[in-house]
């Protein structure tokens, strides 16, 4: 079946500090990506589209210059958490299309921290 | 996307069927019904769709009514390893459209032993 693979799958930083998750389709091209925030005991929230060679779209109240999306090719995607603070702690999944009437599958998540 | 309404938990004795409820009476005619769930700590997991015939594959049974306004995912043989949130989820993705998923609360499924 279809693979999303996201690198890290935990990462800790310091306050101030940027990081970068990546997003992988390991056995499809991926012309449109999904990020999503969860907090602890709580539901997935959409955070914005991405769309391969073009800018990403952001939902209602998600910083897009906080949180950097580059669709760069058909199998990568980038989250960019820039200036991490610790609210910034959460767990950030990404998901991608498998084909043009096929479901979304997701990645297993990236735990991030910010101390 | 058409809102979705979940019985917030649910308990199954392990071995039997679970059957998970999910509400969307206001489904429009292109948009699917998909079920995912989240193991803790993990990305969603894909289970099914359908747009409004019954749907089986290895994993569960999708059972949608003839007006569409409801739905029924059965795990025909609930494990412990289906301990699990099961999120009901209206999307138009898979109509020839790159629609986004908007995941709700979903339901807490338990399986006992």
């Known amino acids: 079946g279809a693979v999303v693979s996201q690198h890290p799958s935990w990462v800790i930083c310091k306050s101030g500090t940027s990081v970068k998750i990546e997003c992988r389709s390991l056995?499809?091209?991926?012309?449109?990506m999904f990020w999503y925030r969860q907090f602890p005991k709580q539901s997935l929230m959409l955070m914005a589209t991405?769309?391969?060679?073009?800018?990403?779209?952001?939902e209602q109240g998600v910083e897009k210059d906080k949180f950097l999306i580059n669709h760069a090719s058909l199998t990568l995607s980038t989250l960019t958490v820039t200036s991490a603070h610790p609210e910034d702690s959460s767990f950030y999944i990404c998901?991608?299309?498998?084909?043009?009437?096929?479901?979304?599958?997701f990645g297993n998540g990236t735990r991030l921290t910010v101390t | 996307d058409a809102k979705t309404t979940q019985p917030p938990s649910m308990d199954c004795a392990e071995g039997r069927a679970a059957n998970l409820p999910c509400n969307h009476s206001?489904?429009?005619?292109?948009?699917?019904v998909y079920w995912y769930r989240q193991i803790h700590s993990q990305g969603p997991q894909y289970i099914i769709h359908g747009l409004k015939n019954n749907e089986t594959n290895e994993m569960a049974s999708l059972i949608i009514t003839e007006d569409r306004k409801s739905s029924t995912l059965i795990l025909p043989h609930a494990t412990l390893r289906d301990t699990a949130v099961y999120y009901c989820?209206?999307?138009?993705?898979?109509?020839?459209?790159?629609?986004?998923?908007?995941f709700g609360q979903g339901t807490t499924l338990q399986v006992k032993p």
């Open positions: 991405s769309n391969e060679g073009s800018k990403a779209t952001y």
């Open positions: 998901s991608a299309l498998t084909g043009y009437n096929s479901p979304l599958h």
């Open positions: 206001t489904i429009s005619g292109n948009e699917y």
């Open positions: 056995d499809f091209q991926a012309t449109t």
């Open positions: 989820i209206v999307s138009r993705v898979g109509s020839g459209n790159t629609g986004k998923l908007i």
